[in-house]
């Protein structure tokens, strides 16, 4: 099976969730995470199932990005999520 074969499996799944977890207001996790779509300093908008986050804060670091999800720290100010 090629990787586009398993893409569209991977389409054909029901939805998926995704979690998220603030610690202390300086780190951030976020689970089943698909892409990072934007990144700078004091943004970073992340696509998950369904929504994009926008994660705003100063400095913001993307510290992994991995099978697991997301891990950001930095001081978090707000957090946006946009239904597609």
Do not use: Q
């Not at 986050?53 to 946009?82: C, N, Q, R, W, Y």
């Amino acid at each position: 099976m090629n990787i586009r074969e398993r893409a569209a499996i991977l389409d054909d799944l029901p939805h998926r969730h995704s979690t998220i977890t603030i610690r202390d207001g300086r780190e951030i996790y976020v689970e089943n995470c698909r892409c990072v779509c934007g990144c700078d300093d004091n943004f970073i908008t992340l696509s998950v199932y369904g929504m994009n986050i926008k994660i705003s804060g100063t400095p913001l670091i993307l510290e992994s990005f991995g099978a697991d999800g997301v891990k950001i720290s930095g001081k978090i100010h707000s957090l946006t999520m946009e239904e597609l």
